[in-house]
């Protein structure tokens, strides 16, 4: 059984305070076409940070990926979806996606994206668990280094629950 945190790990402020943060370093450091979010657990980074941005010519395409099954474990498989319909030949992407654990989901997409034709790619990730990195891979926007904890909230989950929270908190085992 797990339970949350007594506290959040990262209170809504400070998130909406990073994510401007990011937004302008992007406005500042990329020109890109289209947006691509990893759902589901993106969902919530990528409209706040959208609505952040300055670049309000480009398009915004979902994939869906998944490697967790269920529980706290990768499966390590990964299952993209959704990523043919996007017409990404020649075009400049940025990926955001919630939190880089193993780096297997951003490694694998930037394999995809680069197949399909895209002329430059970078990344964004709300947070970076640097300890659990099992493929070399970097992203180019992070927006908090954090442990190696299971964290949930703000779009991320555990067995689907959690995602709508405004902060990020830790689950704890009880
Ligand atoms: P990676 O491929 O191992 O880097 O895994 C990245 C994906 O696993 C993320 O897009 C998340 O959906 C999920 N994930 C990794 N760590 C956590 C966590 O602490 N809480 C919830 N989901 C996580
Ligand atoms: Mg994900």
């Given at each position: 059984m797990y339970k949350m945190s007594?506290?959040?790990?990262?209170?809504a402020e400070k998130i909406?305070?990073?994510v401007q943060e990011i937004a302008a370093d992007i406005n500042n450091s990329y020109e890109f076409d289209i947006v691509l979010?990893?759902?589901t657990g993106a969902f919530m980074f990528t409209t706040d940070l959208c609505r952040a941005m300055a670049n309000f010519k480009h398009r915004i395409a979902f994939i869906k990926a998944s490697s967790y099954g269920s529980g706290m474990e990768s499966s390590g498989k990964l299952k993209v979806s959704g990523i043919d319909g996007i017409d990404i030949k020649g075009k400049r992407v940025l990926i955001v996606d919630d939190i880089?654990?193993?780096g297997r989901t951003m490694y694998t997409l930037v394999g995809m994206l680069k197949e399909a034709g895209a002329t430059e790619i970078k990344t964004c990730v709300l947070m970076n668990k640097e300890a659990r990195r099992a493929v070399d891979y970097h992203a180019d926007y992070?927006?908090?280094e954090i442990e190696n904890e299971f964290v949930v909230g703000y779009g991320l989950d555990y067995?689907?629950?959690y995602r709508t929270l405004p902060e990020i908190w830790t689950l704890e085992e009880v």
């Open positions: 007594a506290k959040p790990m990262i209170p909406q305070a990073r979010s990893a759902l880089l654990d193993t992070v927006g908090f067995d689907q629950d």
